[in-house]
């Protein structure tokens, strides 16, 4: 499984971008699919993910009702909507993707593929 992610740049505060995630291989929609992010000498964290069949999501709190994960299993693609940014959301953002359902979705360990990262920068 590769995965590709997109959508990165300079914004500014208030702003709503979308992140892209494409992903190889044809059982997509069976995986779990999370966005992650980091920043310089902090832990990778989670922001968001989603069941394969899109009928689960998980949030963490810095980010419930402001961001958005969204899949399209025809197109293999995973979605990081991001409304009303704040400089402190500046960050690389990863997606990543889980074989099994159960377990930790907030521990960055039980993922097994991850995507390059796409640096969002968000001014004030």
């Known amino acids: 499984v590769q995965l590709q992610a997109s959508g990165g740049g300079l914004v500014q505060a208030g702003d709503s971008p979308r992140l892209s995630c494409a992903a190889s291989g044809r059982t997509f929609g069976s995986y779990v699919m999370a966005w992650f992010r980091q920043t310089p000498g902090r832990e990778r964290e989670f922001v968001g993910g989603?069941?394969?069949?899109?009928?689960?999501?998980r949030y963490a709190d810095f980010v419930k009702g402001r961001f958005t994960i969204i899949r399209d299993n025809v197109k293999n693609t995973v979605y990081l909507q991001m409304n009303s940014l704040k400089p402190e959301d500046t960050a690389v953002y990863y997606c990543?993707?889980?074989?099994?359902?159960?377990?930790?979705?907030?521990?960055?360990?039980?993922?097994?593929?991850w995507g390059q990262g796409t640096l969002v920068t968000v001014s004030s």
């Open positions: 990543a993707l889980r074989r099994s359902f159960g377990g930790n979705w907030y521990s960055k360990d039980e993922y097994d593929y």
């Open positions: 989603i069941s394969g069949n899109g009928g689960t999501s």
